[in-house]
């Protein structure tokens, strides 16, 4: 778990492309190309799309960020 969070605070204040999975309650969650879990405030016209994302935060197991 440990080198996994090491990995994963290497994201924050940078922008991945997740694909967009699912939507509950206006938050998307997807998994970027390097398989790490993103949620991002978002709607469910989002999914199945590529979105960009700004991290901004990293919680295991998930990276929280705004969409660009």
Do not use: C, Q, W
Not at 15 to 32: F, K, M, Q, T, Y
Not at 42 to 58: A, C, H, P, R, V
Request: aromatic share 8%; net charge positive.
């Amino acid at each position: 778990k440990a080198l996994e969070t090491n990995y994963m605070n290497k994201f924050i204040n940078k922008v991945i492309e997740i694909l967009v999975e699912r939507n509950e309650d206006g938050i998307i969650e997807g998994h970027s190309s390097n398989y790490i879990l993103v949620k991002a405030v978002g709607n469910k016209e989002d999914i199945n799309k590529l979105i960009k994302i700004k991290i901004i935060k990293s919680e295991y197991p998930y990276l929280y960020g705004n969409k660009m």
